[in-house]
């Protein structure tokens, strides 16, 4: 499809609470694909939609075990603590430690706007977390430890 801009911190878009997705039409489509490609590109593990500049509650993850796209997602349930880098494609060559659950438990629409349940561990976990935080206008910078930094040299 498509690679979009992503924005980066400083954006007014990445500061305000996105719409919940009420029908799947061909522009969401789109959109998803869109999305997909783009952090596909950029070499992410995580899209979320107010990152491409639009206000809608649709997420992509792929953490290597293939694209998991969420619609309209909502945290269940949390257990656990991780403490580890983290980092965003809206704060590029930045990094920081973040403590996030090291499990997460959530309920979210596909594509075809059936309603499911998944759980994530590690990376999972972190990326439901990071993601959703995006849809309510929140960024890792505010939760980070110790400041940000640059990503060393050979880390993505």
């Known amino acids: ?32 694909e869109d999305m997909l490609d783009t952090m596909y590109e950029a070499m992410g593990v ?8 639009v206000l809608k509650r649709i997420v992509v993850i792929d953490v290597g075990e293939g694209p998991i796209i969420l ?17 965003c494609l809206s704060v590029p060559g930045k ?14 629409l596909d594509e075809d706007m059936n309603e499911f349940e998944m759980e994530g561990e590690g990376l999972l976990a972190r990326a439901f977390c990071h993601e959703i935080d995006h849809l309510d206008g929140k960024m890792y910078v ?4 110790g ?10």
Request: net charge negative; aromatic share 2%.
């Open 142 to 145: 505010d939760l980070v430890e």
């Open 95 to 108: 990094c920081g430690q973040v403590t996030r659950p090291n499990y997460v438990k959530i309920r979210a």
């Open 147 to 156: 400041g940000i930094h640059n990503v060393e040299e050979g880390e993505e």
């Open 46 to 53: 995580g899209l979320a939609a107010p990152q491409v500049g």
């Open 1 to 32: 499809m498509a690679i979009r801009e992503i924005r980066v911190l400083g954006d007014d878009v990445l500061t305000k609470h996105c719409k919940e997705v009420t029908k799947m039409s061909i522009r969401t489509k789109i959109l998803i």
């Open 71 to 87: 619609i309209n997602p909502e945290i269940l349930e949390t257990s656990g603590e991780q403490t580890g880098e983290e980092g």
